[in-house]
C-alpha cells in the first residue's frame, strides 16, 4: 500500500529528555513536513524539506530538529527546550505545491 | 503566521440540509486547497482550486475562489452525518512549496 507512516501513535516524554517521532513514505513525493496542531486548533508548520539533506524552519521551529537523510524519510525530534510539547504531532508530504498526504498522527504528551 | 481564517469557528446542521463555510486570507496565492479532518486522525485532502480557477465540483463539493476578495468558500451538499469533521483551508504561496492552514470549521451534521 503507498501512504505515508507515522510512528509511534502515542508518545510520553519525561521532563529533560529528547524524543524523536518517525515518518516514513513510499510515495516518492519530493516534499516532507511537519505540523503541530494543538487542541481545537489548525495546523502550524514546524519545518518542511523539499529535497533530500535540505530543510528550512517553519514558523514554530525552535526546540524541534529534523534530518533528511533520505527521501523516505524526515524524522522529528522533540528537544529538551521545548517546553510546552503536547500537542498533536501531523507528518505530511507531497509533490511540489500539489495536495498534502498526511499520517496519523503522533500524539504527544508530557509525564 | 496563520494565512486562511476560517468562518464560522463551528456549525452545527441537520442532516440533508447544505453546509457552507468560508476561508479568507492575505496574500497572493497559486492555490487554495481543503481538507476534512476526523477526530484525533490525520487530515484528508478534498479539493484543489488554482488561482486562474473561479469554481470547482467534487461529488457533493463545491469549492469557489474570489481572488479579488481574497477568499474561497467550500459548499458541502445534501450533508449527511458522516460529514461530521473539521474543514481546514490551506493557501499555497506563489513562491514557494509550503502551505498555510487556517483554524478550520468544527462541522457537527445531526442526524
Known amino acids: 500500500d503507498g501512504g505515508i507512516t507515522q510512528s509511534p501513535k502515542y508518545l510520553f516524554r519525561k521532563e529533560g529528555q529528547n524524543v524523536t517521532l518517525s515518518c516514513e513514505q513510499n510515495l516518492n513525493h519530493d516534499a516532507m513536513y511537519w505540523y503541530r496542531q494543538d487542541p481545537g486548533q489548525g495546523l502550524r508548520l514546524i519545518y518542511y524539506?523539499?529535497?533530500?539533506?535540505?530543510?528550512q524552519k517553519g514558523d514554530i521551529a525552535e526546540g524541534y530538529s529534523v534530518s533528511r537523510e533520505k527521501k523516505e524519510s524526515f524524522p522529528l525530534t522533540v528537544t529538551s527546550a521545548q517546553k510546552n510539547p503536547t500537542a498533536f504531532y501531523l507528518c505530511?508530504?507531497?509533490?511540489?505545491?500539489?495536495?498534502?498526504?498526511f499520517g496519523s498522527g503522533t500524539q504527544l504528551s508530557v509525564l | 503566521s496563520q494565512q486562511g481564517e476560517e468562518d464560522p469557528q463551528a456549525l452545527s446542521i441537520q442532516e440533508g440540509e447544505n453546509a457552507t463555510m468560508n476561508c479568507s486570507y492575505k496574500t497572493s496565492i497559486n492555490n487554495l486547497q481543503w481538507y476534512r479532518q476526523n477526530s484525533g486522525r490525520g487530515l484528508v485532502h478534498l479539493i484543489l482550486?488554482?488561482?486562474?480557477?473561479r469554481e470547482k465540483h467534487s461529488g457533493r463539493l463545491r469549492v469557489t475562489l474570489d481572488t479579488s476578495k481574497k477568499s474561497s468558500s467550500l459548499l458541502i451538499t445534501a450533508s449527511r452525518a458522516a460529514d461530521t469533521a473539521s474543514y481546514f483551508c490551506a493557501t499555497g504561496e506563489t513562491s514557494g512549496s509550503r502551505l498555510t492552514f487556517g483554524e478550520g470549521t468544527q462541522l457537527t451534521v445531526n442526524p
Open positions: 524539506s523539499q529535497i533530500v539533506n535540505d530543510f
Open positions: 482550486i488554482r488561482s486562474n480557477e
Open positions: 505530511a508530504s507531497s509533490a511540489y505545491n500539489e495536495k498534502l498526504f
